[in-house]
């Protein structure tokens, strides 16, 4: 949300959450069609590699909620993430199991480009699992958070910690959620009663990690934006 395609008459079916859910539906696919279009134009089946992924995903009033921005449910921060290049098979038709982040994008360019390593970059480069080697993303522990101050008891904090099939998710001030996404894929049921155990381990490493983490002072962002560039970063939810 917002979207910005509205249904024909004839494509409502008078429930505002299945319209809703048809409205998505019909801006992925304008998306996909906008997506050939540039594929076919530039013509990126030959010496490019192209990386498709999003910055969210969207809730479909699954626990009664609908957009994005409210929670870190799987709903919202599983989203897709595809390498394709048609050239030499690297990429072609193979799929990791194990977790992976939007962060591992630069790294695996940089590596895929046989560039230096940059210092101080996070994420992982995917390319020796990629090609066969062990699967070093097993163990690894990824990180969101979730920030959104309204001025108001709505501010909304939470932090996660997804680790193999588990995934633990602090909500400010005071609520705990373990999920196992393998036997609840659809994060229904909260495990954190009977497992606290691994919710503490996961949580210890969410922590030391937000504690390890560089800090860098908004206040010194010296960017000036003009009336369009507001208008635009408002229509896509990013100011308020």
Not at 85 to 99: D, I, V
């Amino acid at each position: 949300m917002p979207y910005r395609i509205p249904l024909e008459e004839d494509e409502k079916s008078g429930d505002r959450f299945t319209d809703m859910k048809a409205i998505y539906d019909k801006e992925i696919t304008h998306i996909d069609h906008c997506i050939k279009e540039l594929y076919d134009r530039f013509g990126w089946s030959q010496n490019t590699l192209l990386i498709i992924t999003a910055d969210h995903g969207e809730e479909m009033n699954e626990k009664r909620r609908y957009g994005h921005g409210k929670s870190l449910l799987n709903t919202v921060i599983h989203v897709p993430l595809l390498f394709y290049y048609p050239q030499g098979g690297l990429f072609g038709g193979k799929r990791l199991t194990a977790n992976v982040s939007t962060m591992d994008i630069v790294p695996t360019l940089i590596s895929f480009l046989d560039f230096p390593r940059m210092k101080g970059l996070s994420g992982q480069d995917l390319i020796p699992e990629v090609k066969g080697a062990a699967n070093s993303s097993s163990d690894r522990f990824i990180f969101s958070h979730l920030q959104v101050e309204m001025g108001s008891r709505k501010d909304i904090l939470q932090k996660a910690c997804l680790y193999r099939e588990h995934k633990y998710i602090y909500r400010f001030p005071d609520k705990h959620l373990l999920y196992d996404l393998k036997e609840d894929p659809g994060e229904k049921r909260n495990r954190f009663a009977d497992g606290r155990e691994m919710a503490r381990m996961l949580a210890a490493n969410l922590f030391a990690d937000e504690k390890d983490s560089p800090r860098y002072n908004t206040a010194f962002v010296d960017i000036e934006l003009d009336n369009k560039s507001l208008e635009q970063l408002r229509t896509l939810g990013y100011v308020h």
